[in-house]
Nanobody, 126 residues
Framework: QVQLMESGGGLVQPGGSLRLSCTAS????????VGWFRQASGKEREVVAC????????TYADSVKGRFTISRDNAQKTVILQMNALKPEDTAVYYC???????????????????WGRGTQVTVSS
């Protein structure tokens, strides 16, 4: 059973930055498509960013383009979500998700991912 774990959440002021990490227990995420999703209170879970295993292509939600970056750190066996210029509307629980499917395109649907972490809270507030 693959277990994913997020880290790096916390409280930050508007305009600030956070760096989230996603790791898999005892293994590397190199061979996984990995997505970051978020769920704000009272709202549905939505995609933030995704990186696929075949080409390393990425996709981002329109609301985070130009501010967030998803990348792989293969040496550390992690997937990073660098979040800059944070806004109060970015406040949510952030989840990483993984799947071994060899997708040709980055995925934005939660159903495309078999494995999920428990989430980390990100709060953007002054």
């Amino acid at each position: 059973q693959v277990q994913l774990m997020e880290s790096g959440g916390g409280l930050v002021q508007p305009g600030g930055s956070l760096r989230l990490s996603c790791t898999a227990s005892g293994m590397s995420l190199e061979r996984y498509a990995v997505g970051w999703f978020r769920q704000a209170s009272g709202k549905e879970r939505e995609v933030v960013a995704c990186i696929i295993r075949s080409t390393g292509r990425t996709t981002y939600a329109d609301s985070v383009k130009g501010r967030f970056t998803i990348s792989r750190d293969n040496a550390q066996k992690t997937v990073i979500l660098q979040m800059n210029a944070l806004k109060p509307e970015d406040t949510a629980v952030y989840y990483c998700a993984g799947d071994r499917t060899y997708y040709n395109e980055p995925q934005t649907d939660t159903r495309a991912f078999d494995y999920w972490g428990r989430g980390t809270q990100v709060t953007v507030s002054s």
